[in-house]
T-cell receptor, first 115, second 112 residues
């Protein structure tokens, strides 16, 4: 398994509270990604990072922010959690941007419930 | 209409069967095609990668791309109970994993 650790793995939080999910990698890969997975929607990219302090928005970035102060850590923050953000969140990493034959490695997921 | 369509299943087959999993897509610019396997409560893992049209084989798995029909398939021969998982197709028009578009996944159940 790729060295990706997500924390917390499970969290229940109340509407309106801030939540931070952490992704830690031991592979020294340059690229890191946050996805959410919902029934009927598949995996959708929230934000990604192409280096320390370099991040960009994905398809569903509204209500989320990210930070990457170290190569190994990529944080996803829900500034004010809403019930629509109840989901499974996956962190992913890749060594290169996506040249043919390379792959993206996913973490184990973080289950977030907003009540 | 979604860019990538995938039947959610579940698809139930007996052990040893040949399994066919499929995705259709609408964006004719897609040229990189992948299949991921996701076990319950785990992250997806890459199974097969295909560029443009044609077939690719890896052990019991064969990936097929028909760009003229905008249709991709994953065949599993001699299916095993350990193949029970959700299979996600993914595709992009350009290199760069941030461009990947995922299907919703097909759940496969292989019974002993």
């Amino acid at each position: 398994d790729a060295g990706i650790t997500q924390s917390p793995r499970h969290k229940v939080t109340e509407t309106g509270t801030p939540v931070t999910l952490r992704c830690h990698q031991t592979e020294n890969h340059r690229y890191m990604y946050w996805y959410r997975q919902d029934p009927g929607h598949g995996l959708r990219l929230i934000h990604y990072s192409y280096g320390v302090k370099d991040t960009d928005k994905g398809e569903v970035s509204d209500g989320y922010s990210v930070s990457r102060s170290k190569t190994e850590d990529f944080l996803l923050t829900l500034e004010s959690a809403t019930s629509s953000q109840t989901s499974v969140y996956f962190c992913a990493i890749s060594e290169v941007q996506g040249a043919p034959g390379n792959t993206i490695y996913f973490g184990e997921g973080s289950w977030l419930t907003v009540v | 209409q979604k860019e990538v369509e995938q039947d959610p299943g579940p698809l139930s087959v007996p052990e040893g069967a040949i399994v066919s999993l499929n995705c259709t897509y609408s964006n004719s610019a897609f040229q990189y095609f992948m299949w991921y396997r996701q076990y319950s409560r785990k992250g997806p893992e890459l199974l097969m990668y295909t560029y443009s049209s044609g077939n690719k084989e890896d052990g019991r798995f064969t990936a097929q791309v028909d760009k003229s029909s905008k249709y991709i398939s994953l065949f599993i021969r001699d299916s095993q109970p350990s193949d029970s998982a959700t299979y996600l197709c993914a595709m992009s028009a350009a290199t760069g994993f941030q461009k990947l578009v995922f299907g919703t996944g097909t759940r496969l159940l292989v019974s002993p």
